[in-house]
């Protein structure tokens, strides 16, 4: 060969472009799934309340900004959240809790435990809401709008750093109580 | 015995321990053996959100046992294969699917090897047609 072409050069260059590709994907949380029904409306739903005896419909998810909290006393991370979920009741942000695959007498011992963030909890016990809400475990947090539409979705432990990043904006735009401040 | 032996049996029996042991047994009644089988193609085809890389029909993940109940029940209510998978692409995504539809944030999972094998060739046949005709070179 007299000469080395520039195509010599083409499998380092392909080798660095597929290094960079894969790069990219190492940094990623493959746990996160996307958030499939944001801008949709909440499923129907017809389910007892654990706190009382009222039948609990959709339509308590509609007329006002509000917080849907799906959460369980068979998981860790809702104990670790659970503090914070009382900071934003408290700051007067509307919470409704959605008791995962759960017994009710352990959830109501829990609440009167930890104390009771939530204006009203969905009993949800054979998991088959959560599974229409595209729930795949324990906690997650999703912001509805006052149309009753899935606005926001958030996967894992929600707290100050995450409401700053994630809810608090969307609240704020919307001209409404941006619960906690920073 | 000899130590070869001991260590095809030692082997042998870290091969068997591997064998997942057995995926969940529930029992779904179904109308029709059509219906079962659709039931078991559809769990097989769909994957475990919790679990990364297990069907639902292979994962014993309490969010499975929820899917495949969920599946059992669609396809008694008479819903077709599309309308079960749709169902959970619009919950969980094209993640939940081991048959990604092709689109354009899957397009490169489709294109992607098909078009390297292609480059690849093409390589090779450059280099086989320049190499023979310094062969010739060389020959004249």
């Known amino acids: ?182 | 015995m000899k130590p070869d032996v001991m260590i095809r049996i030692a082997l042998l029996s870290l091969a068997l321990a591997a064998v997942p042991a057995g995926a969940a047994i529930d029992i779904y009644q179904f109308d029709s053996n059509a219906q079962q089988d659709r039931f078991h193609r559809l769990t097989e085809e769909l994957r475990c959100p919790k679990c990364q890389n297990q069907s639902i029909a292979d994962s014993d993940a309490e969010i499975s046992q929820d899917m495949r109940e969920r599946v059992a029940r669609m396809i008694r209510e008479g819903h077709s294969d599309e309308e079960i998978v749709g169902f959970f692409v619009a919950r969980y995504g094209d993640f939940v699917s081991y048959r990604p539809p092709l689109n354009a944030k899957t397009a490169i999972l489709w294109v992607g090897p098909l078009s390297l094998l292609l480059l690849g060739g093409v390589g090779i046949v450059l280099l086989v047609r320049r190499a023979s005709r310094e062969a010739e070179e060389d020959d004249q």
């Open chain 1, 1 to 182: 060969m007299s000469k080395a072409s520039p195509w010599v050069f083409l499998p380092l260059v392909a080798f660095v472009a597929l290094a960079v590709l894969l790069a990219s994907g190492l940094g990623r949380n493959p746990e996160e799934l996307p958030s499939a029904l944001a801008g949709k409306p909440v499923p129907e739903f017809s389910r007892p309340s654990l706190l009382n005896d009222r039948t609990l419909t959709e339509e308590l998810l509609t007329g006002r900004w509000q917080l849907l909290n799906v959460w369980g006393t068979w998981c860790p991370t809702c104990y670790i959240e659970h503090p914070y979920l009382l900071e934003l009741a408290r700051a007067g942000i509307p919470i409704i809790g959605l008791d995962y695959k759960d017994e009710d007498a352990k959830a109501r011992d829990y609440l009167a435990e930890y104390g009771n963030p939530f204006r009203e909890v969905i009993v949800d016990a054979d998991g088959q809401l959560g599974l229409d809400l595209g729930v795949y475990g324990a906690p997650e947090t999703f912001l509805i709008s006052p149309r009753g539409e899935i606005v926001l979705r958030h996967v894992g432990e929600l707290n100050q750093r995450v409401w700053d990043e994630k809810f608090a904006p969307v609240l704020q735009q919307a001209g409404e109580n941006p619960g906690v401040a920073p």
